[in-house]
Structures are given as C-alpha cells and as structure tokens.
C-alpha cells in the first residue's frame, strides 16, 4: 500500500476481499521464516491448491506423513526418489523393477496409502504392465515416468481404476498414433515378456533432472485435498522433447479404450466391434484384402485424412 499510494487503497481493499471470500489468501507466516525444504515445498502447492485454504502449518504436515514407492531401475528413479526425499516427504521406499509389483502385491497392508510411482530404465519394462494389473485389481492409483528415449519423455498419466484409461488403453492408443504399428505390437509383447533389456546409460543427467522434477511437483499434488484441488495428470500426460531449438512440451489426454482386455468394460460384451480380437478382412487402397491378425485388430484405426484436412497424430489422444 506505501507503493501504491492512498488512491489505490479502496481498489487494493476490494480485491483482498474478493480474493479472501474464494479462499484464495492464505496468512502469512512471515514472523518465522522456515527455509527448510519442505517449507518450500508446502509454499509452492500453496500457490497451486484451490477450494478451501490450507495453510502453510497444514500442508507441512501433509508432506511430513505422505509415503511414496518408486518401482524402477537406473538414474530417472534414483532422481526422483531423491527429490522426493529432498521435498520432505514422510518416506520413499524405492523398489527394482524386477521385485517391485510382486513386493506390491504381497503386502498391501504395507502399501496402503501410499502413492506409487513407475519410473522404469526403458519405456518398454514388464513392470510397467505388472504394476498396472496390480492397480486393477486393488484399485489404486499409480503414475507413470518413461525415460527420455531419443524422441520424448512421458510423464503421467496418473491412472486411477475405474476412472481413466489404464496402461494397456496407453499402449493401444500410442500404437494407434504411429506408423510402426505391427512393431510396435511385437516391441510389447516383448516387453511383457520380459525379453527388453536396457543398454548403457546414454541420456544426459540434466535431461533425467529436467524429466525428475516435473514428475516430482505433479507427484506431491497427492497431498493436496483431491475433491478440491484434482490431480492434474489423472488421466492427462505431457511429453517433455529437446530440440535444437530448445525444449519441447505436449499436453495428452488418454481416452479409455472400451474394448481394452484389462479394463474395458466391453470387452466381454457379445455386440460387435471394429477392434475385436476375431480375425479381420482388410481391404487395402489397392482394391484387395490383407489378413489382419488378433493383435492387429486391437485398435480401431481410421482410414487415411480426407483431402484437406490433416490427420491427427496425437500420442494418446487419438
């Protein structure tokens, strides 16, 4: 107010009250400045919370009792546990890929509560789809970090049983979206067998620090009240590039896939489908027909965009 002058008073005034009548204000803490790193953590979801205020006092201790599992090998989730440590979370417990979902699945008393994160050292790792059948059939929630793999990293979407598409609707809908789609099919199958192994470390620090720490901040939006302040990446997922001319970010929505053979409700359902699993007669543009197997016809695949209009090419918002 000494800035702005007596004029601005009235104007100033309104606005706080405004502000305060939505539950936008909070009260200063400023008597006892804390720098610790938890406190920073609690002032920036305090900036991002909506509904009902919290204060600082109150998402402190959110912080201090959240639990936290990352599932991953390699540098992407060494980072991100450690910045969730460095936030002032109440315990991280990091999991290999390879022990990880059946440590999941054998104590859910010990896991209950906690928020579970999937940041495997290759975009195609089994324990992806094995956490992801483990959330189906307890019905929590998990998020997703796929490392940077020469063209972009992944980072959500937070799938929620029952809510949004779950990680096999992912697959689908990223198959659908590329031009390899036969090896695309034959690279998850692979995965799930277990069969793709990663090679050495070729990404760069920065890039896994770049890819940790938005996964991090998106991650402790878990402590904030849900029914007010939802999560931004339920369902959502943003693709983080770098390019010669800088860094890139894409925003993707995942649409359920109702004929998807984990979560689909359809899939059992006797009325046809353009996706179903029985074998299907294609007609190519040359006026013949091409046999497409099983797993082909998993996802509905328009045909080619009309003259004029472009074709959408979104990874999982097709």
């Not at 008393?109 to 195609?124: D, N």
Request: include cysteine.
């Amino acid at each position: 107010m000494s800035e702005l002058g007596e004029p601005a008073e009235a104007a100033v005034l309104q606005a706080l009250h405004q502000l305060a009548g939505h539950g936008l204000l909070h009260e200063s803490d400023s008597t006892a400045v804390d720098g610790t790193e938890r406190r920073r953590s609690a002032r920036a979801l305090a900036e991002v919370a909506a509904g009902p205020a919290l204060t600082l006092d109150e998402i402190d201790d959110r912080l201090a009792s959240a639990n936290f599992v990352v599932i991953g090998d390699g540098p992407l989730a060494e980072a991100i546990a450690s910045l969730l440590v460095t936030s002032g979370v109440g315990s991280v417990d990091r999991l290999s890929e390879r022990e990880g979902p059946a440590a999941l699945a054998e104590g859910k008393e010990r896991w209950v509560g906690a928020h579970v994160l999937v940041a495997p050292g290759s975009p195609y790792a089994r324990a992806l789809s094995d956490v992801n059948r483990w959330a189906l059939s307890t019905g929590v929630d998990w998020m997703q970090v796929l490392p940077y793999d020469g063209h972009r990293s992944v980072i959500g979407p937070v799938f929620a049983p029952g809510q949004t598409g779950c990680y096999h609707c992912f697959r689908l809908r990223r198959r659908a979206a590329i031009d390899f789609h036969q090896e695309a099919i034959e690279i998850d199958a692979a995965a799930d067998s277990g069969s793709v192994r990663r090679s050495g470390e070729w990404r760069a620090p920065s890039q896994d620090l770049a890819v940790a720490g938005q996964a991090v901040f998106f991650a402790l939006w878990h402590v904030l009240p849900q029914d007010s302040t939802p999560l931004p990446l339920l369902g959502r997922a943003i693709a983080m590039g770098w390019t010669m001319v800088g860094p890139t970010i894409e925003d993707h929505v995942l649409y359920r896939v109702p004929r998807c053979r984990e979560c689909g409700r359809a899939r059992d359902t006797g009325v046809p489908q353009p996706w179903t699993a029985a074998t299907l007669s294609a007609p190519t543009h040359a006026g013949t027909s091409a046999q497409m197997g099983p797993h082909d016809a998993e996802v509905f695949l328009p045909g080619p965009a009309a003259p004029g209009v472009e074709a959408d090419t979104s990874a999982m918002s097709r």
